[in-house]
Protein backbone atom coordinates (compact mmCIF):
# COMPACT_ATOMS: atom_id res chain seq x y z
CA UNK A 1 0.00 0.00 0.00
CA UNK A 2 2.83 2.10 1.44
CA UNK A 3 4.82 1.42 -1.97
CA UNK A 4 1.88 2.32 -4.31
CA UNK A 5 1.11 6.12 -2.72
CA UNK A 6 5.24 6.28 -2.73
CA UNK A 7 4.37 5.36 -6.45
CA UNK A 8 2.14 7.78 -7.31
CA UNK A 9 3.96 10.64 -5.98
CA UNK A 10 6.50 10.25 -7.87
CA UNK A 11 4.61 9.67 -11.15
CA UNK A 12 3.08 13.13 -9.93
CA UNK A 13 6.24 14.52 -9.71
CA UNK A 14 7.47 13.18 -13.29
CA UNK A 15 4.10 14.29 -14.69
CA UNK A 16 4.19 18.14 -13.36
CA UNK A 17 7.94 17.59 -15.13
CA UNK A 18 6.53 16.81 -18.21
CA UNK A 19 3.99 19.11 -18.44
CA UNK A 20 6.19 21.81 -17.73
CA UNK A 21 8.99 20.47 -20.05
CA UNK A 22 6.92 20.60 -22.69
CA UNK A 23 7.75 17.38 -23.45
CA UNK A 24 7.29 16.93 -27.31
CA UNK A 25 5.87 13.20 -26.88
CA UNK A 26 3.11 14.63 -24.80
CA UNK A 27 2.84 17.87 -26.76
CA UNK A 28 2.04 15.79 -29.93
CA UNK A 29 -0.88 13.87 -28.12
CA UNK A 30 -2.24 17.05 -27.20
CA UNK A 31 -2.27 18.76 -30.39
CA UNK A 32 -4.00 15.28 -32.34
CA UNK A 33 -6.29 15.64 -29.16
CA UNK A 34 -7.13 19.18 -29.67
CA UNK A 35 -6.89 18.72 -34.17
CA UNK A 36 -9.26 15.54 -34.06
CA UNK A 37 -11.84 16.90 -31.20
CA UNK A 38 -11.99 20.58 -32.56
CA UNK A 39 -12.58 19.34 -36.24
CA UNK A 40 -15.11 16.93 -35.27
CA UNK A 41 -17.09 19.78 -33.44
CA UNK A 42 -16.98 22.13 -36.32
CA UNK A 43 -18.31 19.45 -38.77
CA UNK A 44 -21.18 18.51 -35.71
CA UNK A 45 -21.89 22.22 -35.55
CA UNK A 46 -22.11 22.23 -39.94
CA UNK A 47 -24.53 19.59 -39.41
CA UNK A 48 -26.01 19.97 -36.31
CA UNK A 49 -27.18 23.94 -36.01
CA UNK A 50 -28.85 23.60 -39.55
CA UNK A 51 -30.98 19.99 -38.91
CA UNK A 52 -31.77 21.90 -34.79
CA UNK A 53 -32.70 25.29 -36.78
CA UNK A 54 -35.17 23.66 -38.99
CA UNK A 55 -36.91 21.00 -36.23
CA UNK A 56 -37.19 24.08 -34.34
CA UNK A 57 -39.35 25.79 -36.55
CA UNK A 58 -40.92 23.65 -38.39
CA UNK A 59 -44.34 22.14 -38.30
CA UNK A 60 -44.51 18.89 -39.98
CA UNK A 61 -45.70 15.15 -39.26
CA UNK A 62 -43.41 12.68 -37.35
CA UNK A 63 -42.32 15.94 -35.15
CA UNK A 64 -42.32 14.58 -31.90
CA UNK A 65 -40.94 11.43 -33.18
CA UNK A 66 -37.89 13.24 -34.41
CA UNK A 67 -37.24 14.89 -30.99
CA UNK A 68 -37.62 11.78 -29.59
CA UNK A 69 -34.81 10.79 -31.45
CA UNK A 70 -32.98 13.42 -31.64
CA UNK A 71 -32.59 13.35 -27.43
CA UNK A 72 -32.29 9.70 -27.56
CA UNK A 73 -29.17 9.66 -29.76
CA UNK A 74 -27.32 12.37 -27.10
CA UNK A 75 -26.99 9.46 -25.09
CA UNK A 76 -25.26 7.67 -27.74
CA UNK A 77 -22.45 4.91 -25.87
CA UNK A 78 -19.10 6.30 -27.27
CA UNK A 79 -17.90 2.61 -27.78
CA UNK A 80 -20.59 1.83 -30.18
CA UNK A 81 -20.29 4.97 -32.23
CA UNK A 82 -16.78 3.37 -32.40
CA UNK A 83 -17.87 0.08 -33.35
CA UNK A 84 -20.64 1.84 -35.92
CA UNK A 85 -17.68 3.04 -37.85
CA UNK A 86 -15.16 0.57 -37.21
CA UNK A 87 -17.88 -2.13 -39.12
CA UNK A 88 -17.97 0.85 -41.79
CA UNK A 89 -14.37 1.33 -42.61
CA UNK A 90 -12.81 -2.46 -41.60
CA UNK A 91 -11.49 -3.55 -44.89
CA UNK A 92 -14.73 -6.00 -45.25
CA UNK A 93 -17.14 -2.76 -44.75
CA UNK A 94 -18.91 -1.01 -47.25
CA UNK A 95 -16.40 2.04 -46.98
CA UNK A 96 -13.42 -0.15 -46.42
CA UNK A 97 -11.67 1.20 -49.78
CA UNK A 98 -11.02 4.63 -47.89
CA UNK A 99 -8.24 2.98 -46.09
CA UNK A 100 -9.58 5.57 -42.92
CA UNK A 101 -9.45 3.28 -40.26
CA UNK A 102 -7.10 3.56 -37.48
CA UNK A 103 -6.15 7.10 -38.90
CA UNK A 104 -7.06 10.56 -37.25
CA UNK A 105 -9.88 11.07 -39.73
CA UNK A 106 -11.71 7.29 -38.89
CA UNK A 107 -11.51 9.50 -34.97
CA UNK A 108 -13.08 12.65 -36.66
CA UNK A 109 -15.92 11.13 -38.12
CA UNK A 110 -16.34 8.91 -34.83
CA UNK A 111 -16.50 11.88 -32.74
CA UNK A 112 -18.27 13.58 -35.33
CA UNK A 113 -21.29 11.13 -35.43
CA UNK A 114 -20.95 10.72 -31.80
CA UNK A 115 -21.71 14.91 -31.08
CA UNK A 116 -23.64 16.34 -33.55
CA UNK A 117 -26.57 14.73 -31.92
CA UNK A 118 -25.87 16.88 -28.84
CA UNK A 119 -25.32 20.07 -31.21
CA UNK A 120 -28.74 19.35 -33.04
CA UNK A 121 -30.83 19.06 -29.75
CA UNK A 122 -29.21 21.35 -27.81
CA UNK A 123 -29.85 24.12 -30.26
CA UNK A 124 -32.86 23.33 -31.25
CA UNK A 125 -33.48 24.34 -27.56
CA UNK A 126 -32.35 27.15 -27.73
CA UNK A 127 -33.76 28.03 -31.47
CA UNK A 128 -37.32 27.23 -30.35
CA UNK A 129 -37.35 28.94 -27.26
CA UNK A 130 -35.97 32.34 -29.04
CA UNK A 131 -38.49 31.51 -31.95
CA UNK A 132 -41.09 31.33 -29.76
CA UNK A 133 -40.42 34.90 -29.13
CA UNK A 134 -39.55 35.95 -32.15
CA UNK A 135 -41.89 34.41 -34.16
CA UNK A 136 -45.48 36.65 -34.57
CA UNK A 137 -42.92 39.84 -35.24
CA UNK A 138 -41.25 37.77 -38.08
CA UNK A 139 -44.30 36.73 -39.65
CA UNK A 140 -46.08 40.46 -39.35
CA UNK A 141 -42.70 41.01 -41.43
CA UNK A 142 -42.87 38.65 -43.78
CA UNK A 143 -39.56 36.61 -43.34
CA UNK A 144 -39.15 34.54 -45.46
CA UNK A 145 -37.87 30.82 -44.02
CA UNK A 146 -34.21 30.96 -44.29
CA UNK A 147 -34.08 34.41 -43.55
CA UNK A 148 -35.60 33.48 -39.98
CA UNK A 149 -33.27 30.16 -39.36
CA UNK A 150 -30.37 33.00 -40.31
CA UNK A 151 -31.42 35.63 -38.03
CA UNK A 152 -32.32 32.82 -35.17
CA UNK A 153 -28.91 31.53 -35.60
CA UNK A 154 -27.12 34.83 -35.08
CA UNK A 155 -29.36 36.02 -32.03
CA UNK A 156 -28.65 33.00 -30.28
CA UNK A 157 -25.10 32.89 -31.36
CA UNK A 158 -24.04 33.23 -27.69
CA UNK A 159 -25.91 29.97 -26.30
CA UNK A 160 -25.12 28.35 -29.36
CA UNK A 161 -21.41 29.15 -28.90
CA UNK A 162 -21.73 27.03 -25.36
CA UNK A 163 -24.06 24.28 -27.17
CA UNK A 164 -20.44 23.68 -29.46
CA UNK A 165 -18.47 23.92 -26.34
CA UNK A 166 -20.50 21.34 -24.60
CA UNK A 167 -20.24 19.04 -27.81
CA UNK A 168 -16.53 20.08 -28.06
CA UNK A 169 -16.14 18.66 -23.84
CA UNK A 170 -17.82 15.72 -24.72
CA UNK A 171 -16.05 15.00 -27.78
CA UNK A 172 -12.13 15.23 -26.16
CA UNK A 173 -12.81 13.61 -23.46
CA UNK A 174 -14.24 10.43 -25.06
CA UNK A 175 -12.07 7.22 -24.95
CA UNK A 176 -14.60 4.51 -26.60
CA UNK A 177 -15.13 5.66 -29.90
CA UNK A 178 -11.59 6.52 -30.87
CA UNK A 179 -9.36 3.54 -29.43
CA UNK A 180 -11.76 1.48 -31.51
CA UNK A 181 -11.46 3.44 -34.60
CA UNK A 182 -7.92 4.88 -33.95
CA UNK A 183 -6.16 1.98 -32.15
CA UNK A 184 -4.20 4.57 -30.10
CA UNK A 185 -0.71 4.38 -32.52
CA UNK A 186 1.81 6.03 -31.51
CA UNK A 187 2.88 9.00 -33.67
CA UNK A 188 -0.44 8.44 -35.69
CA UNK A 189 -3.83 7.68 -33.43
CA UNK A 190 -2.65 8.51 -30.18
CA UNK A 191 -5.03 11.06 -28.23
CA UNK A 192 -4.74 12.08 -24.24
CA UNK A 193 -7.83 9.41 -23.43
CA UNK A 194 -6.56 6.64 -25.69
CA UNK A 195 -3.05 7.46 -24.12
CA UNK A 196 -4.30 7.47 -20.17
CA UNK A 197 -6.36 4.37 -20.76
CA UNK A 198 -3.38 2.68 -22.29
CA UNK A 199 0.21 3.71 -19.87
CA UNK A 200 -2.49 3.58 -17.06
CA UNK A 201 -2.91 -0.48 -17.74
CA UNK A 202 0.92 -0.53 -19.14
CA UNK A 203 2.02 0.84 -15.14
CA UNK A 204 3.43 4.36 -16.98
CA UNK A 205 1.64 6.66 -14.65
CA UNK A 206 3.85 9.42 -14.97
CA UNK A 207 2.40 10.05 -18.55
CA UNK A 208 -0.93 9.20 -17.81
CA UNK A 209 -0.73 11.99 -14.84
CA UNK A 210 0.46 14.32 -17.08
CA UNK A 211 -1.84 14.10 -19.71
CA UNK A 212 -5.00 13.43 -17.20
CA UNK A 213 -4.24 16.83 -16.07
CA UNK A 214 -4.24 18.97 -19.21
CA UNK A 215 -7.31 17.01 -19.32
CA UNK A 216 -8.50 18.35 -16.53
CA UNK A 217 -6.77 21.76 -17.66
CA UNK A 218 -8.73 21.66 -20.61
CA UNK A 219 -12.26 20.48 -18.93
CA UNK A 220 -11.64 23.58 -16.90
CA UNK A 221 -11.07 25.97 -19.41
CA UNK A 222 -13.78 25.17 -21.94
CA UNK A 223 -16.18 25.96 -18.86
CA UNK A 224 -14.50 29.03 -18.16
CA UNK A 225 -15.05 30.51 -21.49
CA UNK A 226 -18.85 29.03 -21.31
CA UNK A 227 -19.17 31.04 -17.92
CA UNK A 228 -17.65 34.27 -19.78
CA UNK A 229 -19.50 33.83 -23.02
CA UNK A 230 -22.40 33.92 -21.00
CA UNK A 231 -21.56 36.98 -18.62
CA UNK A 232 -20.00 38.65 -22.04
CA UNK A 233 -23.84 38.19 -23.43
CA UNK A 234 -25.33 38.71 -20.56
CA UNK A 235 -23.68 42.05 -20.27
CA UNK A 236 -24.93 43.42 -23.66
CA UNK A 237 -28.50 42.13 -23.22
CA UNK A 238 -27.92 39.58 -26.19
CA UNK A 239 -29.34 36.08 -24.10
CA UNK B 1 -42.10 32.71 -50.71
CA UNK B 2 -40.59 34.20 -53.59
CA UNK B 3 -43.89 36.44 -54.10
CA UNK B 4 -42.49 38.36 -50.79
CA UNK B 5 -40.05 39.12 -52.64
CA UNK B 6 -41.76 40.41 -55.96
CA UNK B 7 -43.82 42.48 -53.56
CA UNK B 8 -41.16 44.14 -52.04
CA UNK B 9 -40.07 44.70 -55.98
CA UNK B 10 -43.60 45.84 -56.54
CA UNK B 11 -43.76 48.56 -53.82
CA UNK B 12 -40.51 49.90 -55.10
CA UNK B 13 -42.22 50.35 -58.54
CA UNK B 14 -44.97 52.25 -56.63
CA UNK B 15 -48.01 51.29 -54.97
CA UNK B 16 -50.50 52.70 -57.35
CA UNK B 17 -49.94 49.57 -59.88
CA UNK B 18 -51.55 47.41 -57.10
CA UNK B 19 -55.45 47.31 -56.11
CA UNK B 20 -55.78 49.43 -53.03
CA UNK B 21 -56.11 47.57 -49.66
CA UNK B 22 -58.76 49.95 -48.55
CA UNK B 23 -61.65 49.84 -48.06
CA UNK B 24 -62.27 47.53 -45.13
CA UNK B 25 -64.72 45.31 -44.52
CA UNK B 26 -65.45 43.27 -41.94
CA UNK B 27 -68.10 41.32 -41.78
CA UNK B 28 -69.70 38.77 -38.81
CA UNK B 29 -66.28 37.82 -37.48
CA UNK B 30 -65.89 35.35 -35.08
CA UNK B 31 -62.89 34.46 -32.04
CA UNK B 32 -63.64 32.09 -29.89
CA UNK B 33 -61.10 29.79 -27.40
CA UNK B 34 -62.51 27.01 -26.53
CA UNK B 35 -65.57 28.37 -24.41
CA UNK B 36 -63.96 31.65 -24.47
CA UNK B 37 -65.80 34.47 -26.65
CA UNK B 38 -63.40 36.80 -27.94
CA UNK B 39 -65.33 38.38 -30.90
CA UNK B 40 -68.98 37.96 -31.94
CA UNK B 41 -70.03 38.40 -34.96
CA UNK B 42 -67.88 42.15 -35.38
CA UNK B 43 -68.97 43.90 -38.14
CA UNK B 44 -67.19 47.16 -39.32
CA UNK B 45 -66.09 49.61 -42.49
CA UNK B 46 -63.21 51.56 -42.95
CA UNK B 47 -62.74 54.28 -45.45
CA UNK B 48 -59.42 54.67 -47.18
CA UNK B 49 -57.82 57.10 -45.46
CA UNK B 50 -57.37 58.67 -41.66
CA UNK B 51 -56.85 57.59 -38.14
CA UNK B 52 -58.92 55.16 -36.72
CA UNK B 53 -58.54 54.69 -32.84
CA UNK B 54 -60.03 51.66 -31.39
CA UNK B 55 -60.87 51.81 -27.84
CA UNK B 56 -62.74 49.23 -25.24
CA UNK B 57 -62.41 47.59 -21.93
CA UNK B 58 -58.54 45.33 -21.23
CA UNK B 59 -59.86 42.09 -22.30
CA UNK B 60 -62.44 43.49 -25.03
CA UNK B 61 -60.29 41.94 -27.75
CA UNK B 62 -58.59 44.90 -29.40
CA UNK B 63 -55.15 43.02 -29.70
CA UNK B 64 -56.78 39.94 -31.00
CA UNK B 65 -58.52 42.18 -33.80
CA UNK B 66 -55.46 44.01 -34.77
CA UNK B 67 -53.88 40.23 -35.16
CA UNK B 68 -56.73 39.15 -37.22
CA UNK B 69 -56.66 42.18 -39.37
CA UNK B 70 -53.01 41.66 -39.74
CA UNK B 71 -53.31 38.20 -41.13
CA UNK B 72 -51.80 36.75 -38.45
CA UNK B 73 -54.74 34.57 -36.51
CA UNK B 74 -57.05 33.00 -37.95
CA UNK B 75 -60.85 34.11 -37.49
CA UNK B 76 -63.10 31.36 -36.25
CA UNK B 77 -65.67 32.08 -38.41
CA UNK B 78 -66.50 35.64 -40.66
CA UNK B 79 -64.16 37.46 -42.68
CA UNK B 80 -62.20 40.65 -43.16
CA UNK B 81 -61.65 41.51 -46.68
CA UNK B 82 -58.87 44.28 -47.59
CA UNK B 83 -59.96 45.93 -50.77
CA UNK B 84 -61.21 42.11 -52.00
CA UNK B 85 -58.20 40.41 -50.58
CA UNK B 86 -57.42 38.19 -47.53
CA UNK B 87 -55.57 39.64 -44.50
CA UNK B 88 -52.95 36.57 -44.98
CA UNK B 89 -52.03 38.09 -48.65
CA UNK B 90 -51.59 41.43 -47.64
CA UNK B 91 -49.66 41.16 -44.10
CA UNK B 92 -46.43 42.65 -46.15
CA UNK B 93 -48.06 45.74 -47.07
CA UNK B 94 -49.16 46.84 -43.45
CA UNK B 95 -46.41 46.85 -40.44
CA UNK B 96 -48.24 46.16 -36.60
CA UNK B 97 -46.77 47.47 -33.77
CA UNK B 98 -46.92 45.47 -30.86
CA UNK B 99 -48.00 46.03 -27.76
CA UNK B 100 -45.11 44.65 -25.75
CA UNK B 101 -42.13 45.50 -28.87
CA UNK B 102 -40.32 42.08 -29.74
CA UNK B 103 -37.01 43.82 -30.17
CA UNK B 104 -33.65 41.66 -32.12
CA UNK B 105 -30.26 40.91 -29.32
CA UNK B 106 -28.46 43.44 -31.48
CA UNK B 107 -27.89 47.02 -31.74
CA UNK B 108 -30.50 49.63 -32.22
CA UNK B 109 -29.26 50.38 -35.63
CA UNK B 110 -28.67 46.58 -36.46
CA UNK B 111 -32.25 46.26 -35.32
CA UNK B 112 -33.70 48.14 -38.46
CA UNK B 113 -30.94 47.51 -40.77
CA UNK B 114 -31.93 43.55 -40.48
CA UNK B 115 -35.48 44.52 -41.96
CA UNK B 116 -34.58 46.77 -44.23
CA UNK B 117 -32.34 43.92 -45.48
CA UNK B 118 -34.80 41.51 -45.87
CA UNK B 119 -37.07 43.36 -47.33
CA UNK B 120 -35.24 44.30 -50.03
CA UNK B 121 -34.59 47.58 -49.64
CA UNK B 122 -32.35 50.61 -49.28
CA UNK B 123 -30.23 50.55 -45.88
CA UNK B 124 -28.96 53.84 -46.45
CA UNK B 125 -31.76 54.92 -44.86
CA UNK B 126 -31.11 53.47 -41.17
CA UNK B 127 -29.74 56.53 -39.98
CA UNK B 128 -32.02 58.66 -40.93
CA UNK B 129 -35.13 56.56 -39.68
CA UNK B 130 -33.30 56.93 -36.20
CA UNK B 131 -33.30 60.18 -36.81
CA UNK B 132 -36.71 60.22 -37.29
CA UNK B 133 -37.67 59.08 -34.04
CA UNK B 134 -34.61 60.53 -32.03
CA UNK B 135 -32.58 57.45 -31.61
CA UNK B 136 -29.50 58.48 -33.61
CA UNK B 137 -26.92 58.70 -30.26
CA UNK B 138 -28.15 55.39 -29.42
CA UNK B 139 -27.48 53.32 -33.04
CA UNK B 140 -24.73 51.16 -31.83
CA UNK B 141 -26.49 50.64 -28.03
CA UNK B 142 -27.92 46.76 -27.48
CA UNK B 143 -31.68 47.37 -28.31
CA UNK B 144 -32.53 45.50 -25.24
CA UNK B 145 -31.16 47.68 -23.13
CA UNK B 146 -34.05 50.70 -24.26
CA UNK B 147 -36.05 52.14 -21.89
CA UNK B 148 -39.75 51.21 -22.65
CA UNK B 149 -40.27 54.34 -24.65
CA UNK B 150 -37.08 54.32 -26.70
CA UNK B 151 -38.22 50.45 -27.21
CA UNK B 152 -41.38 51.47 -28.71
CA UNK B 153 -39.86 54.46 -30.65
CA UNK B 154 -38.08 51.71 -32.14
CA UNK B 155 -40.47 49.51 -33.22
CA UNK B 156 -42.27 52.16 -34.68
CA UNK B 157 -39.11 53.10 -36.97
CA UNK B 158 -39.01 49.59 -37.56
CA UNK B 159 -42.58 49.37 -38.81
CA UNK B 160 -41.91 52.38 -40.77
CA UNK B 161 -39.00 51.22 -42.24
CA UNK B 162 -41.37 48.53 -44.49
CA UNK B 163 -42.86 51.36 -46.08
CA UNK B 164 -46.49 50.17 -45.34
CA UNK B 165 -50.04 51.12 -46.72
CA UNK B 166 -51.61 50.56 -43.50
CA UNK B 167 -50.15 50.98 -39.87
CA UNK B 168 -51.47 49.13 -37.27
CA UNK B 169 -50.70 50.29 -33.66
CA UNK B 170 -51.45 48.62 -30.10
CA UNK B 171 -51.35 50.92 -27.83
CA UNK B 172 -47.49 52.45 -28.39
CA UNK B 173 -47.70 54.72 -25.63
CA UNK B 174 -48.87 52.58 -22.73
CA UNK B 175 -46.69 53.90 -19.94
CA UNK B 176 -44.74 56.16 -21.49
CA UNK B 177 -43.67 59.82 -20.23
CA UNK B 178 -45.96 62.95 -21.84
CA UNK B 179 -43.01 64.04 -24.20
CA UNK B 180 -42.59 60.69 -25.60
CA UNK B 181 -45.88 60.31 -26.38
CA UNK B 182 -46.27 63.68 -28.37
CA UNK B 183 -43.33 62.59 -30.31
CA UNK B 184 -44.90 59.27 -31.24
CA UNK B 185 -48.00 60.55 -31.79
CA UNK B 186 -45.99 63.59 -34.02
CA UNK B 187 -44.34 60.76 -35.95
CA UNK B 188 -47.35 58.74 -36.63
CA UNK B 189 -49.33 61.66 -37.67
CA UNK B 190 -46.58 62.67 -40.26
CA UNK B 191 -47.18 58.91 -41.33
CA UNK B 192 -50.70 59.49 -41.85
CA UNK B 193 -50.26 62.82 -43.91
CA UNK B 194 -48.12 61.06 -46.26
CA UNK B 195 -50.72 58.74 -46.97
CA UNK B 196 -50.19 55.73 -44.35
CA UNK B 197 -53.60 54.75 -43.41
CA UNK B 198 -53.40 54.57 -39.66
CA UNK B 199 -55.16 51.87 -37.50
CA UNK B 200 -54.81 52.73 -33.63
CA UNK B 201 -55.74 51.11 -30.40
CA UNK B 202 -55.29 53.20 -27.36
CA UNK B 203 -57.00 53.64 -23.87
CA UNK B 204 -55.22 57.47 -23.66
CA UNK B 205 -58.79 59.66 -23.82
CA UNK B 206 -56.69 62.81 -24.78
CA UNK B 207 -54.62 61.04 -27.44
CA UNK B 208 -58.02 59.92 -29.50
CA UNK B 209 -59.10 63.36 -29.04
CA UNK B 210 -56.07 64.78 -30.90
CA UNK B 211 -55.07 62.04 -33.21
CA UNK B 212 -58.59 60.02 -34.56
CA UNK B 213 -60.94 60.94 -37.18
CA UNK B 214 -63.09 58.27 -35.90
CA UNK B 215 -63.38 55.86 -33.31
CA UNK B 216 -64.43 52.27 -32.77
CA UNK B 217 -65.77 51.50 -29.44
CA UNK B 218 -65.31 47.19 -28.69
CA UNK B 219 -67.36 45.97 -26.19
CA UNK B 220 -68.85 42.37 -25.39
CA UNK B 221 -66.67 41.01 -29.07
CA UNK B 222 -68.77 43.72 -31.21
CA UNK B 223 -68.37 47.31 -32.19
CA UNK B 224 -70.76 48.63 -29.75
CA UNK B 225 -70.01 52.38 -31.72
CA UNK B 226 -68.83 53.18 -34.56
CA UNK B 227 -68.88 57.38 -35.04
CA UNK B 228 -66.62 60.68 -36.15
CA UNK B 229 -64.27 61.52 -32.71
CA UNK B 230 -66.14 64.50 -32.16
CA UNK B 231 -69.59 62.93 -31.52
CA UNK B 232 -67.85 60.39 -30.27
CA UNK B 233 -66.71 61.91 -27.19
CA UNK B 234 -69.56 65.07 -27.34
CA UNK B 235 -72.51 62.48 -26.98
CA UNK B 236 -71.51 58.73 -27.08
CA UNK B 237 -74.15 56.89 -28.77
CA UNK B 238 -74.12 53.82 -26.78
CA UNK B 239 -74.35 53.43 -22.72
CA UNK B 240 -70.98 51.21 -22.20
CA UNK B 241 -68.84 53.84 -24.28
CA UNK B 242 -70.38 56.49 -21.91
CA UNK B 243 -69.54 54.04 -18.73
CA UNK B 244 -66.19 54.26 -20.44
CA UNK B 245 -65.37 57.81 -20.80
CA UNK B 246 -66.89 58.53 -17.19
CA UNK B 247 -64.33 56.00 -16.02
CA UNK B 248 -67.00 53.06 -15.01
CA UNK B 249 -66.42 49.09 -14.59
CA UNK B 250 -68.93 47.52 -16.99
CA UNK B 251 -69.44 43.98 -16.23
N1 LIG C 1 -54.99 31.89 -26.61
C1 LIG C 1 -56.04 32.34 -25.88
N2 LIG C 1 -56.89 31.47 -25.30
C2 LIG C 1 -57.93 31.91 -24.59
N3 LIG C 1 -58.21 33.20 -24.38
C3 LIG C 1 -57.41 34.11 -24.93
C4 LIG C 1 -56.28 33.73 -25.71
N4 LIG C 1 -55.64 34.85 -26.13
C5 LIG C 1 -56.36 35.87 -25.63
N5 LIG C 1 -57.41 35.44 -24.92
C6 LIG C 1 -58.42 36.28 -24.24
O1 LIG C 1 -59.01 37.13 -25.20
C7 LIG C 1 -59.40 38.36 -24.59
C8 LIG C 1 -59.02 39.51 -25.48
O2 LIG C 1 -57.63 39.69 -25.43
P1 LIG C 1 -56.93 40.98 -26.06
O3 LIG C 1 -55.48 40.84 -25.80
O4 LIG C 1 -57.34 41.14 -27.48
O5 LIG C 1 -57.55 42.17 -25.20
P2 LIG C 1 -57.30 43.73 -25.34
O6 LIG C 1 -58.58 44.35 -25.72
O7 LIG C 1 -56.15 43.98 -26.23
O8 LIG C 1 -56.95 44.13 -23.85
P3 LIG C 1 -55.93 45.25 -23.30
O9 LIG C 1 -56.65 46.56 -23.32
O10 LIG C 1 -55.67 44.83 -21.88
O11 LIG C 1 -54.71 45.23 -24.15
C9 LIG C 1 -58.78 38.35 -23.22
O12 LIG C 1 -59.79 38.16 -22.26
C10 LIG C 1 -57.80 37.20 -23.23
O13 LIG C 1 -57.74 36.59 -21.97
MG1 LIG D 1 -54.25 44.68 -25.99
Known amino acids: MGNILQGVGDALGLAIQLVLSGDPDLLEIVFLSLRVSLTATAFAC ?16 GRNGVLIVMNALMGLPP ?45 RQVLEDLHMEYSEQFRSLCLTRL ?22 GRAVAEVGAVIIVGGNIDHLTRVMTTAIALETSKGDLALALALGLILLIIALGVNAAVQSV ?3 AARQAYV | MSDVGAMTIASAAGAASRPALLPLSVRDLVLRFGNT ?18 MGFNGSGKTL ?23 AEVTARQALVF ?10 AANLDFVLRSRGKDRARTGALLDHVGLARKADQPARLLSGGEAQRLALARALATDPEVLLLDEPTASLDPASVLAIEQIVSEARA ?34 AATDFFSEPRSETARHYLNGRIVV
Open chain 1, 46 to 61: LVGLPVGALVAIGRFR
Open chain 1, 79 to 123: VVVGLLVYLHLSRSGPLGFLGLLYTPAAMIIAQTILIAPIVAALS
Open chain 1, 147 to 168: QTIRALLWDARYSLLTVGLAGF
Open chain 1, 230 to 232: RMT
Open chain 2, 37 to 54: IVLDGLNLDLGATGCTMI
Open chain 2, 65 to 87: FLKLLHGLMQPTAGCVSWGGLQP
Open chain 2, 99 to 108: QKPVLLRRSV
Open chain 2, 194 to 227: RGTRIIFVTHDMGQARRMADDIVFLHNGRVAEHS
